[in-house]
T-cell receptor, first 116, second 113 residues
Framework: GAVVSQHPSRVICKSGTSVKIECRSLDFQATTMFWYRQFPKKSLMLMAT?????????EQGVEKDKFLINHASLTLSTLTVTSAHPEDSSFYIC????????????FGQGTRLTVV | RKEVEQDPGPFNVPEGATVAFNCTYS??????FFWYRQDCRKEPKLLMSVYSSGNEDGRFTAQLNRASQYISLLIRDSKLSDSATYLC??????????????WGLGTSLAVNP
C-alpha cells in the first residue's frame, strides 16, 4: 500500500536553531501534503496544506514565516521550524493525498521535536 | 462548542467486552466521516470510513446519523491489541472551500486481561 515516510522521527535542538522535517511519498505522487501538530493529550491540529509547486495555505494562527513549507516535487514536502523555541516542542505529522485520493489516509510516522 | 466532540474516556474494559464510542460534530455540511486509531507516540492510522448506511469490518461497526450529527464506533470481543486512542474525524470544507479534516480529541481505550 501507499507509504509516507517522515524523517527524522525524533530531534532535539537548541533554542534559536532551525529544524527541517521531511515528508516523502514512496510509491505515489502526492499532489497535496498536510502538516499537523499534536500536543500531548490534544487532538491533531492542521497547520498548513501544501500543493506541489505552489505556496502553502496556512491555518489561522500559524505563522508562515516561522513554519516554512516547501513542496517542490510530487514526492517531497519539507517543514522547517525556524528559530525554534521550547513552546514549539511537539509531535509534527505529515499526511499526503494523491491526485485521485479521497481521504488523507496516508500519514508519516511523525517527528517528535524537543527544543531545549 | 468544539467542531468534533468525543466521549472523554478513558475506557477500561476486560478482554472480550463490547465497547462503544460516540462522537458528535457541529458542521451540518460535513461530507465524510472516519475513525482513526492512534497508538501512543505514533501516527494515526485509518481504521474505517463511516457510511450513512452503517458499515462493519470484522469486530468493528461504525454508524452515522446525519440528522443528529452523531457518529459511533462499536468494538465487539475486544482484544488487548485494541488498546489505543480512537479518533473521530470529520471532513468539511473550510472558509476557502478547501477540504479539511477536523479531528476529535480522541477516546482512550485500555483493554485489560
Amino acid at each position: 500500500g501507499a507509504v509516507v515516510s517522515q524523517h527524522p522521527s525524533r530531534v532535539i535542538c537548541k533554542s534559536g536553531t532551525s529544524v527541517k522535517i521531511e515528508c516523502r511519498s514512496l510509491d505515489f505522487q502526492a499532489t497535496t501534503m498536510f502538516w499537523y501538530r499534536q500536543f500531548p493529550k490534544k487532538s491533531l491540529m492542521l497547520m498548513a496544506t501544501s500543493n506541489e509547486g505552489s505556496k502553502a495555505t496556512y491555518e489561522q494562527g500559524v505563522e508562515k514565516d516561522k513554519f516554512l513549507i516547501n513542496h517542490a516535487s510530487l514526492t517531497l514536502s519539507t517543514l522547517t521550524v525556524t528559530s525554534a523555541h521550547p513552546e514549539d516542542s511537539s509531535f509534527y505529522i505529515c499526511s499526503a493525498r494523491d491526485q485521485g485520493g479521497v481521504t488523507e489516509a496516508f500519514f508519516g510516522q511523525g517527528t517528535r521535536l524537543t527544543v531545549v | 462548542r468544539k467542531e468534533v466532540e468525543q466521549d472523554p474516556g478513558p475506557f477500561n474494559v476486560p478482554e472480550g467486552a463490547t465497547v462503544a464510542f460516540n462522537c458528535t460534530y457541529s458542521n451540518s455540511a460535513s461530507q465524510s466521516f472516519f475513525w482513526y486509531r492512534q497508538d501512543c507516540r505514533k501516527e494515526p492510522k485509518l481504521l474505517m470510513s463511516v457510511y450513512s448506511s452503517g458499515n462493519e469490518d470484522g469486530r468493528f461497526t461504525a454508524q452515522l446519523n446525519r440528522a443528529s450529527q452523531y457518529i459511533s464506533l462499536l468494538i465487539r470481543d475486544s482484544k488487548l491489541s485494541d488498546s489505543a486512542t480512537y479518533l473521530c474525524v470529520v471532513r468539511a470544507l473550510n472558509a476557502g472551500n478547501n477540504r479539511k479534516l477536523i479531528w476529535g480529541l480522541g477516546t482512550s481505550l485500555a483493554v485489560n486481561p
